[in-house]
């Protein structure tokens, strides 16, 4: 089953990415972590562009780090809202926001 990773930050900056496309999270400091997926950039082999999601926290950043990779590993559901800020859902309780969010082009 294929999984998508949900972004929101407002009704008018919000994004969708395949979690196929996820290549690594990094914990930036104790309140950011960055999301960073490989997008195709055009049909040309090898030429990819890296989008970053960037979700703030209120501290324990390694702790929201595995509940993002426990949902993409092993939950049930193949939308995962990892932040909206419009309706204040995340998968975990530090989250506070998401950074604003590129378009992807």
């Keep these: 089953m ?3 990773l949900f972004y929101g930050e407002s ?6 990415i395949p979690a196929r496309r996820l290549s690594e999270i990094q914990r930036f400091d104790e309140t950011t972590i960055f999301i960073l997926h ?3 950039f055009s ?3 090898g030429s990819d562009s890296q989008y970053v999601a960037t ?15 426990k949902a ?4 049930k559901d193949p939308f995962i809202v ?9 998968l975990h309780s530090n989250m506070t926001t998401v950074g604003a969010l590129p378009a992807i082009s």
């Design 2 to 4: 294929e999984k998508f």
């Design 11 to 16: 009704t008018s900056s919000m994004t969708c």
């Design 38 to 40: 490989e997008l195709p």
């Design 43 to 45: 049909s040309t082999v």
């Design 55 to 69: 979700v703030n926290v209120s501290g324990e950043p390694d702790k929201v780090i595995n509940t993002i990779t």
């Design 72 to 75: 993409i590993n092993s939950g």
């Design 82 to 90: 990892v932040n909206d800020g419009v309706s204040g859902v995340g």
